[in-house]
């Protein structure tokens, strides 16, 4: 009870944690609600409004605050169901990734050896090969939808977790309350879940927030290369993409969906780096 009030005094006095946790639980919103907040249905076309600038007025006197696109779609719309779209694949991927990585993390650190030596080189491997060239791979022999392109990346991001948690594994098991543990005939599964992974847990946390920005990116990075999300569906970089063509002319279609993008990793960076603050002990005493 004492360490969970000193973690939260701590939490509140760390001014960037709390700058950061305001803007993602805001992002966070505007992706649960876009479909509340949108004010004009992301798909719908009219190409007698194409291409107007921020600020116009339809016929209708209905405002557009953020413009339209080529195809006379409603750009803040589209942002909004974009933001929705880039949290959906970062949190699924993330969450495959993690799962993946810790308990592959932890079978290695805990009983090490030849399983540790196989797990280690299969990271080691994957780790070797540049992530994006291995998940464009994947993706155009799969095919390109959402349930690929979340998969893909979750399979390609679990080796930081592994590596990260069987360094800890391997330290945590030598400790005298894991011994004790073991000594009193506590099974396998019993000390990994009940004393091992929970110290590890604030370790993965971190990782977590720090990986969903790599994981964003990366989905827009793919969504802009046309081997991610596919049109009409709204995503970010799908919008950068389609805006390539217009830079010159309509420079509000870039530039909204990349500011955005910019915010939301931003976001998470500075969340990442007040989390490792407020959960390292380590940090305690800088």
Same mark, same amino acid.
């Given at each position: #009870?004492?360490?969970?009030?000193?973690?939260?005094? %701590?939490?509140?006095?760390?001014?960037?944690?709390?700058?950061?946790?305001?803007?993602?639980?805001?992002?966070?919103? +505007?992706?649960?609600? !876009?479909?509340?907040?949108?004010?004009?249905?992301? =798909?719908?076309?009219?190409?007698?409004? %194409?291409?107007?600038?921020?600020?116009?007025?339809?016929?209708? =006197?209905?405002?557009?605050?953020?413009? @339209?696109?080529?195809?006379? /779609?409603?750009?803040?719309?589209?942002?909004?169901?974009?933001?929705?779209?880039?949290?959906?694949?970062? &949190?699924?991927?993330?969450?495959?990734?993690?799962?993946?990585?810790? *308990? $592959?993390?932890? *079978?290695?650190?805990?009983?090490?050896?030849?399983?540790?030596? *196989?797990?280690?080189?299969?990271?080691?491997?994957?780790?070797?090969?540049?992530?994006?060239?291995?998940?464009?791979? +994947?993706?155009?022999?799969?095919?390109?939808?959402?349930? *690929?392109?979340?998969?893909?990346?979750?399979?390609?991001?679990?080796?930081?977790?592994? /590596?990260? +948690?069987?360094?800890?594994? $391997?330290? $945590?098991?030598?400790?005298?309350?894991?011994?004790? !543990?073991?000594?009193?005939? !506590?099974?396998?599964?019993?000390?990994?879940?009940? =004393?091992?992974?929970?110290?590890?847990?604030?370790? +993965?946390?971190?990782?977590? @927030?720090?990986? #969903? !920005?790599?994981? &964003?990116?990366?989905?827009?990075?793919?969504?802009? $290369?046309?081997?991610?999300?596919?049109?009409?569906?709204?995503?970010?970089?799908? #919008?950068?993409?389609?805006?390539?063509?217009?830079?010159? /002319?309509?420079?509000?279609?870039?530039?909204?969906?990349?500011?955005?993008? #910019?915010?939301?990793?931003?976001?998470?960076?500075?969340?990442?780096?007040?989390?490792?603050?407020?959960?390292?002990? /380590?940090?305690?005493?800088?």
């Amino acid at each position: #009870m004492l360490k969970n009030n000193t973690v939260i005094r %701590k939490m509140y006095g760390n001014k960037m944690l709390l700058f950061s946790s305001a803007i993602l639980l805001t992002i966070i919103f +505007v992706g649960a609600f !876009a479909n509340l907040l949108s004010p004009f249905n992301p =798909y719908d076309q009219n190409l007698e409004n %194409k291409l107007k600038p921020p600020l116009w007025r339809d016929a209708n =006197y209905r405002i557009h605050l953020l413009g @339209t696109d080529h195809l006379g /779609r409603d750009v803040l719309s589209r942002v909004l169901y974009g933001v929705r779209v880039s949290l959906l694949i970062g &949190i699924l991927a993330v969450a495959i990734s993690a799962v993946f990585g810790v *308990v $592959l993390g932890l *079978v290695a650190g805990y009983y090490s050896g030849l399983l540790d030596d *196989v797990i280690m080189r299969i990271a080691d491997v994957q780790l070797a090969m540049p992530l994006v060239l291995l998940a464009i791979s +994947v993706i155009v022999v799969l095919g390109s939808n959402m349930k *690929v392109l979340i998969l893909v990346i979750g399979l390609t991001q679990w080796m930081a977790y592994a /590596r990260m +948690v069987r360094g800890e594994t $391997l330290s $945590l098991r030598e400790k005298d309350f894991v011994t004790s !543990a073991f000594s009193i005939g !506590a099974t396998d599964l019993r000390i990994v879940t009940r =004393y091992i992974f929970p110290n590890t847990v604030s370790s +993965v946390m971190v990782l977590i @927030t720090l990986n #969903m !920005a790599t994981v &964003i990116v990366l989905e827009a990075g793919l969504s802009f $290369l046309g081997l991610g999300i596919q049109p009409p569906e709204p995503s970010l970089g799908t #919008m950068l993409s389609e805006s390539k063509n217009y830079l010159h /002319r309509a420079w509000w279609l870039s530039t909204f969906p990349g500011v955005t993008i #910019m915010i939301i990793i931003l976001a998470i960076n500075l969340f990442g780096d007040g989390l490792r603050d407020v959960l390292d002990p /380590r940090l305690e005493n800088y």
